[in-house]
């Protein structure tokens, strides 16, 4: 079971992909923000990946469109999308991104070294030579 406390700091976002996939001419501008917000929601809610308040209790779409300050249409639209396009799927945990351990992948393999640098303590600081 996740920590009821975990959060990431920063998602991953492949630029090409991003650029040049498809949902560059499958989404409108307004539908890319909302899936763009939609990947930072899920890298901030405490199950990695899925858009909840915890691992049994699903947010609600109302509330996560007046979160993203979008309207409540929209965000149905997008999801909508999201679905057919095999982007998202709905289940009792939530709004669940379907590749995230793909798309966030680097960011688990370094987990790591960031622990064992936070472990270690900062550092010395090399002294200036004159």
Not at 22 to 45: K, Q
Not at 46 to 68: D, F, M, Q
């Amino acid at each position: 079971m996740p920590k009821s406390r975990w959060r990431r700091t920063w998602v991953k976002m492949w630029v090409n992909e991003c650029l040049q996939g498809t949902i560059r001419f499958e989404f409108s501008p307004a539908e890319r923000g909302v899936w763009y917000d939609l990947i930072i929601l899920a890298g901030n809610c405490r199950v990695p990946g899925v858009i909840s308040a915890n691992e049994t209790t699903p947010y609600p779409h109302n509330y996560i469109a007046g979160l993203l300050n979008i309207d409540l249409t929209l965000l149905e639209q997008t999801l909508e999308k999201c679905k057919t396009s095999g982007r998202i799927k709905e289940t009792a945990r939530g709004i669940e991104l379907v590749n995230w351990e793909h798309y966030q992948s680097e960011y688990e393999r370094q987990k790591p070294y960031r622990q064992a640098r936070k472990e270690k303590g900062p550092a010395p600081q090399k002294l200036l030579e004159d």
